[in-house]
């Protein structure tokens, strides 16, 4: 099969114009170093949200019952992803093109769509917050004109990337994070005591749950399950030699115990010990921190949701061109895909985000678990067939190389998340209060059932021969593609009917590649098998 090697290792340099790689598998001399990314990713660790979920779990069941709850999930998701990152980390595609191999190279658009809906849902939520505390703050413009601003800036941060921009963004914001914290603890505490209202040991009259109380908290925080999708989409960056300290520190153990945990207990203090009239919210929150510290309550609150609202941003436009380009065919670059995720951000705050959002992602959740009981059970497979290396020939996520649907995994998702939807909706109770542990045991068992089907292997398209045979190494060989003339590591490469090499997203586009491939499989199927010796 010719291949026209040109295996020139380009520049890193040359690499910005391809959208943080979003389409395509990263090369390891793009990767970034340890004190890059995890900024750039700790920008999830601040945000309101988990401050205002510890309280709100508090306050239902209880300051200790809370607490163990939320410990509990702050072990579990963080050993969850400790599992995972060894994985996402290999693959080093995001979590859109990583569900080609359980959902198939269309059916993969519905995952995108979930990520960049839930990413959008939680950055108009974070830039409404933002909007609030400053039209509230400083009383000029109208709250829409603030909304604006706010959306605005915020696609203007995610534009430069994670290479070369959201690293550094983060690490000055986070350290002003955490200052601003400690002194809104400091400052609640000298102002109203530091054990007003007992807060340790508040209980409430009557625990009002279905089921455990500590199941509760465990289900509020698998709620955001999605920071999953998100770590991936970071984690994709890494460098394979820090995976060891990305596993344990940037995305796993030590991540969830501050985002879980430490913002939890800060938030259960402030709600408890600062009087309010107003029910626990985000919103009732941005009054009490600017009733308590002023303006510098004002610019905690800037600093906080502007850290997560990069992270929302930018995930939202990875997932957004994902979309576009597998479904409707439509290529865009990812900046234009920022600023369409921020315009549709801005129509949802505009349309008051906050009577509806709780809701919408309630539902969204039940299928993000779902997504992340199949993660886990390929990724598992994945490990036994490759005896721990993480790739084995059921990761093969190439657009020539894997059917446009597949049916083990769309049926497993579907079915998974349909019974969590049936559950938390329509029977409720006991049962609705284990909707999310269900769908996630649900997805991850028909999932591996699948895996284990002899069916699995009808998912991939066998065909003569592979790119990847035909060079020293796949992970760092490069090939030139003959449809871009851009170069790219050949493990993401593949070949047309003619032999001229193509890369992934172009793969995507070409008229007739997938129907070629297909035709190739179906006689690669009927080949007679020639006897051997």
């Known amino acids: 099969m010719a291949t026209t090697e040109r295996s020139l290792q380009r520049e890193a340099t040359n690499d910005e114009g391809r959208d943080e790689y979003a389409l395509h598998f990263v090369p390891h001399k793009a990767r970034l170093g340890r004190w890059s990314l995890l900024p750039a990713y700790w920008a999830l660790v601040g945000s309101l949200v988990f401050l205002i979920f510890g309280a709100l779990v508090a306050l239902t069941i209880g300051t200790v019952n809370a607490l163990i709850s939320i410990a509990i999930s702050s072990l579990l998701q963080g050993l969850l992803y400790y599992a995972l990152a060894k994985y996402s980390i290999r693959s080093g595609v995001t979590s859109s093109v990583f569900s080609r191999v359980m959902f ?175 029910a626990p919210s985000e919103i009732s929150i941005v009054f009490d921190f600017l009733g308590l510290m002023g303006f510098a309550g004002l610019v905690f609150i800037w600093v906080s949701q502007t850290r997560i609202n990069t992270a929302n941003f930018y995930v939202a436009s990875l997932s957004l061109e994902s979309f576009l380009v597998r479904l409707l065919r439509i290529r865009v670059p990812r900046i234009v895909a920022a600023v369409l995720a921020g315009a549709i951000a801005l129509v949802l705050m505009l349309t008051n985000v906050f009577s509806f959002l709780g809701q919408a992602l309630s539902y969204q959740a039940i299928f993000v678990v779902a997504w992340v009981g199949l993660a886990s059970a390929h990724v598992l497979e994945s490990f036994r067939r490759s005896g721990g290396e993480g790739i084995s020939e059921i990761d093969d996520w190439r657009p020539g190389r894997v059917r446009a649907f597949n049916p083990g995994g769309l049926i497993s998702w579907f079915a998974a998340a349909g019974l969590g939807v049936v559950l938390y909706k329509a029977v409720g109770g006991t049962w609705g209060a284990w909707s999310s542990p269900i769908t996630f045991v649900v997805s991850f068992g028909l999932y591996f059932a699948w895996l284990q089907s002899p069916w699995e292997a009808r998912v991939r398209l066998q065909r003569h021969g592979d790119v990847r045979d035909t060079v020293p190494d796949q992970w760092t060989s490069e090939l030139v593609c003959a449809f871009c003339d851009t170069s790219f590591v050949a493990h993401e490469m593949d070949s047309d009917r003619t032999g001229k090499l193509i890369c992934a997203e172009c793969a995507l586009d070409q008229p007739g590649f997938y129907k070629d491939a297909l035709a190739e499989d179906a006689a690669v199927r009927a080949a007679p098998v020639v006897a051997r010796g």
Request: net charge positive.
């Open 104 to 278: 198939g190279t269309t059916g993969s658009a519905l995952a995108a769509l979930l990520l960049c809906a839930v990413a959008v849902f939680y950055g108009a939520l974070e830039s409404s917050i933002i909007a609030v505390a400053f039209q509230s703050y400083v009383g000029v413009f109208s709250l829409n004109i603030w909304y604006t601003i706010v959306a605005v800036y915020s696609v203007l941060f995610v534009i430069g990337g994670i290479r070369n921009w959201l690293d550094r963004v983060n690490s000055v914001l986070l350290p002003i994070y955490g200052i601003g914290l400690v002194v809104a603890v400091v400052w609640a505490g000298s102002k109203y005591g530091f054990n007003a209202r007992h807060w340790t040991s508040y209980k409430p009259a009557r625990i009002a749950v279905a089921g455990p109380p500590l199941l509760f908290g465990i289900v509020t925080y698998m709620g955001v399950m999605i920071l999953s999708m998100f770590a991936w989409d970071y984690s994709r960056m890494a460098r394979e030699r820090d995976t060891g300290f990305h596993r344990v520190v940037t995305f796993g153990p030590v991540y969830y115990f501050l985002t879980y945990f430490v913002n939890g207990v800060i938030g259960i203090f402030l709600v408890l010990v600062i009087p309010t009239r107003l």
